[in-house]
Nanobody
């Protein structure tokens, strides 16, 4: 199982970025996948997940601004981030969910295969 996140960078507040997570060794037909972030001094938090079966969930803080999507042909999941705020600054990670539940909560403890992070910095 491998996941590799990319697409981070420095952007001004109000700007946009698209993160990509290329994965291999598993299928989203059987697993959930999600985006998480960790800011300095804070715990890792769930940003958005695609559950097995295709359902999507978002943290309240990003609803209406971020959108998660998938490209099955490319084994890639994306996180489109619009209207970025300084508080979105963090290292962003993608991860595969434990087990094969259709109702997995988008919390870090439910995910057990992690890619390396990509840093997103939003300047004010």
């Amino acid at each position: 199982v491998q996941l590799q996140a990319s697409g981070g960078g420095l952007v001004q507040a109000g700007g946009s970025l698209r993160l990509s997570c290329a994965y291999s060794g598993f299928s989203l037909d059987y697993h959930s996948i999600g985006w998480f972030r960790q800011a300095p001094g804070k715990e890792r938090e769930g940003v958005s997940c695609i559950r097995r079966g295709g359902g999507t969930v978002y943290a309240d803080s990003v609803k209406g601004r971020f959108a998660i999507s998938r490209d099955n042909a490319k084994n890639t999941v994306y996180l489109q981030m619009n209207s970025l705020k300084p508080e979105d600054t963090a290292v962003y990670y993608c991860a595969r969910g434990r087990g094969s539940s259709y109702y997995l909560s988008c919390v870090a403890s439910n995910f057990n295969s992690w890619g390396q992070g990509t840093l997103v910095t939003v300047s004010s």
